[in-house]
């Protein structure tokens, strides 16, 4: 018998795009012992009175948009030995929690990753899906393979409550990479941390060039962010190489598709580029968000 778990799922959007979401979400198959809370990070009066069927819930927290406020909000309101988060826009597999636990984990593992996969997307989509697609970036290998300061993607994590609760849960005030300082907070607490990829969800990527590049400048912040508080643990470029680097690189790798007629290859060589700048131009920005003022103050 697996152990009960809560999952917890931050969300910002309006009245359908929650519909769509309880709908996606209601597929996991659950316990009488688990629970499924949505966590209405959605600035104002929120959308909690949309009704939830079974034991999904929508719970508001407006006062902060963060993913990190919205999960700790989440996991407070339950009681369960493990929690489970995931984004909004993945679509998990229905047998996701068994799949979590088996088998069942190490006694000194905190922190488990699930699996993340890119969604198939055929050759005649829209470029940024397809780019994602060929890129590969939403996987779980794409940030375990930074080594030492690996970490999983809280796109689809399981976390156990008492390490989480030790290490007081997730910074609410930085807008990205709260799931890296997770990581490595719960490895200097000396827990562990392990992968399950069948326990699979898949992320659905950004529909436009310019929802890409602005992920791309959020995870640039967080990066900074990251590269303060634990030094070491980014790679970060500097100097104007960079913008050489995307010209040169560009402009060869455009001619040499272009000549071949690989539509891949060129859209490959016309975004690579500019998703390592949003980047680097995210670096400039803030990681942080203060505490939305109440109403009438």
Not at 108 to 132: C, H, K, M, N, W
């Amino acid at each position: 018998m697996r152990p009960a778990a809560d999952v917890v799922i931050p969300f910002l959007g309006d009245r359908t795009a929650l519909r769509d979401l309880l709908d996606r979400m209601s597929e996991i198959e659950l316990r009488p012992d688990d629970s499924l809370i949505v966590v209405d990070n959605t600035p104002g009066p929120g959308l909690g009175g949309v009704p939830a069927e079974g034991p999904i819930q929508v719970l508001a927290a407006p006062e902060r948009q963060t993913p990190g406020f919205a999960r700790n909000r989440g996991a407070a309101h339950g009681r369960a030995e493990w929690l489970v988060f995931l984004d909004a826009d993945t679509a998990p597999s229905p047998d996701l929690l068994d799949q979590y636990f088996d088998p069942p984990p190490d006694s000194r593992t905190g922190l488990i990753g699930g699996g993340v996969f890119d969604q198939p997307v055929p050759a005649e989509a829209p470029l940024a899906s397809r780019y994602a697609y060929l890129r590969g970036a939403m996987s779980q290998q794409d940030t375990f393979s930074f080594g030492t300061w690996g970490y999983p993607k809280s796109a689809n994590i399981a976390c156990r409550r008492s390490a989480f609760e030790q290490v007081g849960g997730f910074r609410e005030e930085i807008r990205a990479a709260e799931d890296a300082d997770l990581t490595y907070r719960l490895k200097a607490a000396g827990w562990e941390v392990e992968r399950r990829e069948r326990a699979s969800a898949g992320p659905f990527s950004r529909p436009t060039a310019i929802g890409l590049l602005k992920q791309k400048a959020l995870w640039g912040a967080g990066g900074a962010w990251l590269s303060r508080q634990y030094p070491g643990s980014v790679a970060l470029a500097r100097g104007p190489g960079l913008a050489w680097w995307a010209l040169r690189s560009t402009v060869g790798e455009l001619y040499a598709a272009l000549r071949r007629r690989d539509r891949d290859a060129a859209l490959y060589a016309i975004l690579h580029p500019l998703e390592a700048l949003a980047w680097q131009f995210g670096r400039l920005l803030s990681n942080e968000r203060e505490p939305r003022a109440r109403e009438g103050r």
